[in-house]
């Protein structure tokens, strides 16, 4: 059932950012909503459902992208990697960690879609896609993450009673 | 990392290698058609609410603006509709001295398919729409597309069956051959990653001035000449620069794209360098 609603609001988070925050640019761009909720989920909910969470991610973002749809899946794979160094605890709470993740993972993210369309034969310019487009989404994706870490967050009530348990 | 998360991670990106390819030889191809066909009513209804709300705040923002913005524009439209009166009169006397001296028309009649806008590319890297016509509508790759009022949005650069992406004019990869209506100024239109449209290569010489119009230029065979692309809204660079540095602004408003029309009667050609 977790799965089933975490394909749903990825569904949704797809659908508004390609409809709905384009008539709303921030410094240019729209953040990765679907991106800020797997960092959200995996941060809160921990690896297990990320590994299952994160993939579903890149693919709602496959199936409306202009790019195969497993740019997409390779492209948000890095937020599991980085995820591994989550118990590490290198800033005082999960939020601030969920927000270095978001920020990392969009960097990649951005950065993987680029050598996706170079690979297709399309001209990159690296600096210019670098300070005009890939950094402001990282920037943006981090403004945006507190409301959808808040919703993760009030849906885990259950989830973290139990580790509180244990 | 641990084994396990190892093990998946590896089996993720060779199972996206694989849609990679599978998707490239186009066999997912149902799968992203439906998928864009199912949300598509969603994503036009997100699109209508948007832009109105959009619309409004830009309104409060720039409300000092407007009133002088509209005593232009009432000025603008008495004298385009002096305009419009003077050259239906020209238009008249032109198709009587065509029939007298049987003069083919210039151009032929132009055909088009309307399309409506299914998605947008969520990579702020891409500005690229599906639309919901493709090669069983009889859709071509490099086919120019149009608004409702024939201002120029992209090409088509993807076509599936059933859909296709239409690469915008505001790409970074998009280049579109074009020349300054009134001083005939020719250069290049080229995309950003910031989404504006300049014109590269204006001899420095030329004559350019905000509020020009841009349109297409034959050159190159990608694009019928004629169509607008935008206004010019900034001529900078030095005196001492080879060309001239000029922003324009697209007449299309191609963040609110609903209905367009595909250009069928041109056919596009890349020319073989000499």
Not at chain 2, 93 to 115: C, G, H, N, R, T
Not at chain 2, 117 to 124: E, G, I, K, W
Not at chain 2, 208 to 228: F, H, N
Request: aromatic share 8%; charged share 15%.
């Amino acid at each position: 059932m977790r799965y089933v609603f975490a394909f749903l609001l990825f569904t949704l988070a797809a659908l508004l950012q390609t409809s709905f925050m384009p008539a709303f640019p921030v410094f240019g761009v729209v953040p990765n909503l679907v991106l800020v909720l797997a960092a959200c989920w995996t941060i809160i909910r921990g690896q297990q459902e990320a590994m299952v969470v994160v993939p579903l991610a890149g693919l709602c973002l496959g199936l409306g992208a202009s790019q195969p749809i497993g740019v997409a899946i390779l492209a948000v794979m890095p937020i599991l990697l980085i995820s591994e160094f989550a118990p590490l605890r290198l800033t005082p709470s999960n939020f601030l960690l969920t927000l270095a993740l978001v920020f990392l993972s969009s960097l990649v993210y951005e950065m993987v879609v680029l050598i996706a369309l170079l690979a297709q034969g399309e001209t990159v310019g690296w600096l210019s896609a670098f300070t005009r487009a890939v950094l402001p989404t990282a920037i943006v994706s981090v403004l945006f993450t507190p409301p959808l870490y808040w919703i993760i967050w009030s849906r885990s009530e259950g989830l973290r009673r139990a580790r509180a348990y244990v | 990392v641990s084994s396990r998360l190892g093990t998946w991670t590896l089996g993720i990106f060779v199972l996206s290698l694989a849609l990679i390819l599978l998707s490239r030889a186009g066999l997912l191809e149902p799968i992203q058609g439906g998928a864009l066909s199912i949300t598509s009513p969603v994503q036009h209804g997100l699109r209508n609410v948007a832009d109105p709300l959009a619309g409004w705040l830009s309104n409060v923002r720039d409300v000092s603006d407007i009133r002088s913005e509209n005593d232009d524009l009432r000025a603008e439209n008495e004298r385009l509709k002096a305009d419009v009166t003077r050259l239906s009169e020209g238009q008249v006397q032109l198709q009587e001295l065509q029939k007298l001296l049987q003069v083919k028309q210039s151009y032929p009649d132009e055909e088009f398919i309307s399309a409506n806008v299914l998605a947008r590319d969520p990579s702020n890297l891409k500005e690229a729409i599906a639309i919901d016509q493709g090669k069983r509508d009889g859709l071509r790759e490099g086919m120019v597309v149009v608004t409702e009022g024939h201002s120029v949005v992209g090409t088509i650069t993807k076509l599936f069956d059933s859909y296709s992406w239409v690469t915008l004019i505001t790409d970074p990869n998009s280049a579109v051959s074009a020349m300054v209506q009134e001083s005939r100024a020719q250069g290049v239109v080229t995309g950003s990653y910031s989404r504006k449209l300049s014109i590269e290569f204006v001899a420095q010489g030329a004559s350019v001035k905000d509020g020009d119009v841009v349109i297409t230029s034959a050159i190159g065979g990608l694009y019928p000449a004629g169509l607008v692309i935008g206004k010019v809204t900034d001529v900078g660079g030095n005196a001492q620069d080879l060309f001239k540095s000029v922003t324009i602004e697209p007449l299309a408003s191609l963040s609110h794209l609903e209905t367009l029309l595909v250009l069928t009667s041109f056919q596009p050609t890349n020319l073989e360098t000499p």
